[in-house]
């Protein structure tokens, strides 16, 4: 099986984690870094704070979830929660990891407008309100040639965007993520030696943003998103290079010209808006053929990386007029 | 007998880069997930290259500070601190070929004809091999005044490692700026010694 999508079942309340068994597995996984030693006084203070929206989400994610069956190994959580791009909170991988605590995730808020007949700013539990959570285990491959296997837990990306009833000048949709330096240490340092801007940005053609693999996650692993991972919404477009799957959105518009895209902006030669996985495109400066694949062996094997990452024949037919070196 | 103490600090010194490395692959090896990150991989093979630019650039201060600080003695050590940089720079490229590329000839063969970041830092790596070859006294007295003009081949080497790293950057520029500038320096110094050569040299004529 390549694709595993999971749909909630219904589960009788009594096979419901107890959340004190719960709480220790998340002690357990929280090993990594420095989450570890505030991590009993945290979760106290959690509980003070009354964080409702991810009560919510937690009493949503069904409790199946997060143990899948995939034909590839999923990657180990601590390994997919500790090796983050996410520039917001450093240039290191390791760095989302250790500062994303900073986050403040609740409320939060998300602004929809542009070619919408519903523009408005929306609070995240009105934006997740009507939708059924799904577990979707996808690759998720790197342009820097690693890859992972993550079980993610979201809703397709199409069924919310219909809500917002785009108009027919709809033709692109335009992604941010949240500016806030004080909770972002990496937003602070941006200087002439890094390349990037803030607050990031990334987009999508709507044909791709309808089509039913692309995702907004909230959760991974049976549990809440955790904020390096991109809380308390990310896109996930398994069929890309992971950067097109932005992370912390606070903006959503819909557009009727291509958006500008961080990554693009930042090195148009070697990183385009389409930025579909893709072996036989080589980035400029190293190989797309083959991958890193992020296991808990030592030592990671390398493994041939597949057209659209995997997924050519479910999104093939979007791109069949387009030459894909053009478009990289 | 009295310098070999000193002499065995540095040796140390050098290894101890390594040794932390080696507890660390131990630690991964056996599972621990910590230790090394997620890409043991990629993680072993930026320390080493790390720690062997760094070792380059120590073993060209040395001659630096023995000449600015009127300590000649010091030169001592740096036979020993360039051959640590080049076993570093070794395992970084031995373990780059194993480890990164899989230990797919083709694919090594076509990093080196195809990727630039690549191509320099290959060839920062082939130019300190014959100076690791002709690090033994009895070299240095066969080449004579050759030897010092060999040797000149680490600033080309540097200047190519650099940008290595800078090539391979993707965000950020913070380390080639660092190891560049104190590239740089280091060669800074040396035009500074060679014009006030040719001055002194072009007095006596004046």
Known sequence: MTLLIRQPSKIPSSEITPESAYKSRRAFMGTTGALTAGLLGALSMQAHAASELSEILRSRIPAGFGAPDFAEPITPFELASSYNNYYEFGLNKSDPSKYAHQLTTDPWRVEVSGEVAKPGSYTLEDILAPHDFEERVYRLRCVEAWSMVIPWIGFPLGDLLTRFEPTSNAKYVEFTTLFRPEEMRGQRVSGFLTSIDFPYLEGLRIDEAMHPLAILAVGMYGQVLPNQNGAPLRLVVPWKYGFKSIKGIVKIRLTSRRPDTTWNLSAPQEYGFYANVNPKVDHPRWSQARERRISASFFNKKIDTLMFNGYAEEVAHLYQVMNLRQNY | ?206
């Not at chain 2, 040796?11 to 692959?25: D, N, Q, T, Y």
């Open chain 2, 1 to 206: 007998m009295k310098i070999v103490w000193p002499k065995l600090l540095v040796f140390l010194a050098c290894l101890f880069p390594f040794a932390i490395l080696l507890w660390e692959v131990v630690r991964a090896a056996t599972g621990d997930l910590s230790a090394l990150g997620a890409d043991p991989g990629e993680a072993i093979v930026h320390r080493l290259g790390q720690w062997g630019i760094r070792l380059l650039l120590i073993t060209l201060a040395v001659s630096s500070v023995a000449r600015l600080a009127r300590r000649p003695g010091l030169i001592r050590y740096r036979r020993m601190l360039g051959l640590f940089a080049f076993l570093y720079l070794a395992l970084h490229f031995v373990a780059y070929i194993g480890i990164l590329a899989g230990a797919d000839l083709a694919e090594v063969l076509a990093d080196f004809t195809k990727r630039p970041y690549i191509i320099a830092g290959g060839s920062a790596f082939l130019l300190l091999v014959p100076l690791a070859v002709t690090s033994t006294r009895a070299a240095q007295k066969r080449l004579r005044r050759n030897w010092a003009r060999l040797h000149r081949l680490v600033y080309p080497a540097l200047l190519l490692g650099v940008v290595h790293i800078a090539w391979l950057a993707k965000v950020s520029y913070v380390d080639a700026f660092i190891y560049g500038s104190l590239a740089l320096l280091l060669l800074g110094e040396r035009v500074y010694q060679w014009i006030k050569r040719q001055r002194s040299r072009a007095r006596p004529a004046a």
